[in-house]
């Protein structure tokens, strides 16, 4: 059974830092297209960030670019999303996500797998 664990997640005050993981299990996902996507109260599902295989294509969301950093480590079947410069607006449920392949189908890239996601919170 696949499964996407996120960590990480918690309270930060404005401007403050915080690294989320997502460890894989059931299956490996070195050779799969992962991401990250968040959930607001109130709101719909966005995509965040998204990195291929190998780590050398990323793709952000605008509201991102520049402050958050998303990498991964296969030998460990892991991604990482590291979030500086936090605002309020950033307060979510932030969620992992893989693809079925290495193929980058879309934009943001269609995902298959999810997490259940791990809640962040960033006051003012």
């Known amino acids: 059974q696949v499964q996407l664990v996120e960590s990480g997640g918690g309270l930060v005050q404005a401007g403050g830092s915080l690294r989320l993981s997502c460890a894989a299990s059931g299956r490996t996902f070195s050779s799969n297209v992962m991401g990250w996507f968040r959930r607001a109260p109130g709101l719909e599902r966005e995509f965040v960030a998204a990195?291929?295989?190998?780590?050398?294509?990323?793709s952000y969301a605008d509201s991102v670019k520049g402050r958050f950093t998303i990498s991964r480590d296969n030998a460990k079947n892991t991604v990482y999303l590291q979030m500086n410069s936090l605002k309020p607006e950033d307060t979510a449920v932030y969620s992992c996500?893989?693809?079925?392949?290495?193929?980058?189908?879309?934009?943001?890239?269609?995902?298959?797998?999810w997490g259940k996601g791990t809640l962040v919170t960033v006051s003012s």
């Open positions: 990195i291929n295989w190998s780590g050398d294509r990323t």
């Open positions: 996500a893989a693809a079925s392949s290495r193929l980058w189908v879309g934009s943001p890239p269609k995902m298959d797998y």
